[in-house]
């Protein structure tokens, strides 16, 4: 079992950067490849960044790539998501979540755990 929980979301001006954290209970978060997925009110749930067990590969959505970057220290059982260059558009509930599996997975019916989400608001 592993929970998650988020924090670091707030509201900032476009152009501006936040890192959210998600830190896990359990001694084995370091098994688990972590990602970051966000859902905009009235929008489904999207994919935002993956990274494996050891930090060393990561993969990031398309409209998000070049701004955002997804990290973690698995001594400290958390995982980041630095998030510069902010648009209105970034602006979501975002949620990161634990897989047990190999892999790079997009898809948020693959994870097996789930944080309760933190806010991130953008204002142009």
């Known amino acids: 079992q592993v929970q998650l929980v988020e924090s670091g979301g707030g509201l900032v001006q476009a152009g501006g950067s936040l890192r959210l954290s998600c830190v896990a209970s359990g001694r084995t978060f370091k098994s688990y490849a972590m990602g970051w997925f966000r859902q905009a009110p009235g929008k489904e749930r999207e994919f935002v960044a993956w990274?494996?067990?050891?930090?060393?590969?990561?993969v990031y959505a398309d409209s998000v790539k070049g701004r955002f970057t997804i990290s973690r220290d698995n001594a400290k059982n958390t995982v980041y998501l630095q998030m510069n260059s902010l648009k209105p558009e970034d602006s979501a509930a975002y949620y990161c979540a634990a897989w047990g599996g190999s892999g790079i997975v997009k898809m948020s019916g693959y994870y097996d755990y789930w944080g309760q989400g933190t806010q991130v608001t953008v204002s142009s």
């Open positions: 990274i494996n067990w050891s930090g060393a590969n990561t």
